[in-house]
């Protein structure tokens, strides 16, 4: 497939020969003014913008700015005399463009530079498209915590439910059994119906934890709407954390500190996968109970939550003991594709995903290495009016 090269000159004997040069190799689009050439970049994807510094309406350097800014994708290149190598090298410095080419060009050059272009527009597009393949790979793996953790949640009160529902059967064919006689024992019939009752209530209890878990599970894992509500995060918090309780019962003690906030606005969906990220990324600074245990964890595995009210704004910390993050891998740490780091922060990809949805709310995430060790991650979100 050809990239599509556009090449801006007011003078038109120049376009003629650049389209006579290249079109063999590209799909090039021409024009003659800074206004034709952004109209054509509105309406068409261009992988390369070639431009001349010296037009009447803009030069350009003015042309490539305003390219940076609105199509930020396109290789900027400018075509320069030897008279404005000053601008050309400003250009570059400032990052407005990415090369420049003097006149009158060489045709190979040329190519050969616009073919360099042309793969490095490429090369960002895939890096792009791996960019986002890996988020959505992370927001596969943060449902996979979740995933397992209900699964441990449920066994449980499943358990007990058949228990409980085996029972009541036993016990009301028993009663039956013997209301059936021509001399029923009543008061025998009516124990096994009381006993029966008692368990049947029991069943309703084990139902209602089943239920709650099932709603909860929908609070991190529901694609939240770009519409804003208020959101009371405490309530964010308090299910989050019922979703993980079972990978807190076998790894870190849990240290809450939770005093009463304003509303934030945003998604409690969304909210709820910040708070879920932040809290995975605490639990896996210390290494799981080996050889499948379920005993509790070690008494000096612990996590800190503290959320409390800080001016205009909501403050969520959740701190850990654990394993330290370097502090070279903290600057990068909300950064998924920075090199050196992977190794020490597992959940890096969750934690972009929280800061893109912090940002986007309005609000601020960080992290740092407190006096006592370990992580301190620092959600701080406006309180809504």
């Not at 050969?112 to 596969?140: I, S």
Request: proline letters at 5%; a negative charge; aromatic letters at 4%.
């Amino acid at each position: 497939m050809k990239h599509r090269v556009l090449y801006v000159d007011d003078d038109e004997p120049n376009l003629y020969v650049f389209e006579a040069a290249c079109a063999n190799d590209f799909d090039v689009r021409t024009a003659t003014s800074a206004a034709t050439a952004l109209a054509i970049m509105r309406q068409e994807e261009v992988a390369v913008l070639l431009t001349d510094q010296r037009m009447p309406e803009t030069t350009g350097v003015e042309l490539a700015a305003r390219v940076r800014d609105e199509f930020p994708d396109t290789i900027r290149m400018l075509v320069t005399a030897y008279s404005d190598l000053d601008s050309a090298i400003d250009a570059i410095n400032w990052g407005q463009v990415h090369r420049y080419l003097r006149k009158p060009w060489d045709i190979r050059e040329l190519r050969a530079t616009l073919n360099e272009a042309c793969e490095l527009y490429q090369m960002n597009h895939e890096m792009t498209d791996l960019r986002r393949r890996l988020l959505e790979t992370e927001r596969v793996y943060a449902i996979g915590v979740v995933a397992a953790s209900i699964g441990k949640e449920l066994t449980r009160p499943i358990s007990h439910l058949n228990e409980a529902l085996a029972a009541t059967r036993q016990m009301t064919t028993n009663a039956v059994g013997m209301l059936a006689g021509p001399e029923p024992p009543i008061k025998k019939a009516r124990a096994e119906l009381e006993a029966s009752e008692a368990q049947l209530a029991g069943a309703q209890l084990f139902a209602a934890r089943i239920l709650e878990l099932l709603r909860g599970m929908d609070l991190p894992l529901r694609e939240g709407s770009n519409e804003q509500e208020k959101v009371a995060l405490d309530d964010v918090l308090r299910l989050t954390l019922q979703l993980l309780r079972g990978e807190f019962r076998t790894r870190a003690q849990i240290q809450l500190d939770v005093k009463s906030v304003p509303f934030v606005l945003g998604s409690s969906s969304r909210l709820g996968q910040v708070v879920l990220n932040l809290l995975v990324n605490a639990l896996q600074s210390f290494p799981p109970a080996s050889g499948g245990q379920t005993r509790s964890p070690k008494p000096e595995n612990l996590v800190i939550v503290r959320l409390l009210s800080r001016s205009n704004s909501v403050c969520l910390e959740v701190e850990d003991n654990g394993a330290p993050i370097s502090e070279s891998s903290l600057t990068h740490v909300f950064d998924p594709l920075k090199s050196g780091s992977s190794l020490l922060v597992p959940n890096r990809l969750g934690l972009a995903i929280s800061k893109r949805i912090v940002e986007e709310l309005g609000g601020t995430i960080e992290a740092e290495r407190p006096s006592t060790g370990g992580t301190r991650w620092r959600l701080m979100l406006p309180a809504a009016p």
